[in-house]
């Protein structure tokens, strides 16, 4: 796949990403497989991750200010 912004191959890794749950609740997924550019860095989640993604963030209270979980398929 080539990045939609530089044209570069897009490369699988892994990366530590935040998601805003609620206006004061921020939750940081680690080791969340990705698709990233080597040249310009921009990042491309695909559909199957994101549906994980989805679940994971469902469970959480809203309870912290700052949450981090670890990715886990």
């Known amino acids: 796949m ?3 912004v ?3 191959p ?6 530590d990403l935040p998601f805003k749950t609620t ?3 921020i939750v940081i997924l680690k080791g969340l497989p990705v698709l990233q550019c080597g040249n310009c860095g921009q990042h491309l989640i695909e559909d ?5 993604v989805d679940e994971i ?3 959480v209270a809203g309870e912290a200010e700052l ?3 670890r990715y886990a398929a």
């Open 10 to 15: 897009m490369k699988p890794t892994r990366s």
């Open 2 to 4: 080539k990045c939609t």
């Open 48 to 52: 199957t991750v994101l549906r994980r």
């Open 67 to 69: 949450e981090i979980i």
């Open 23 to 25: 206006d004061h609740t």
């Open 57 to 59: 963030l469902a469970t």
């Open 6 to 8: 530089c044209g570069d």
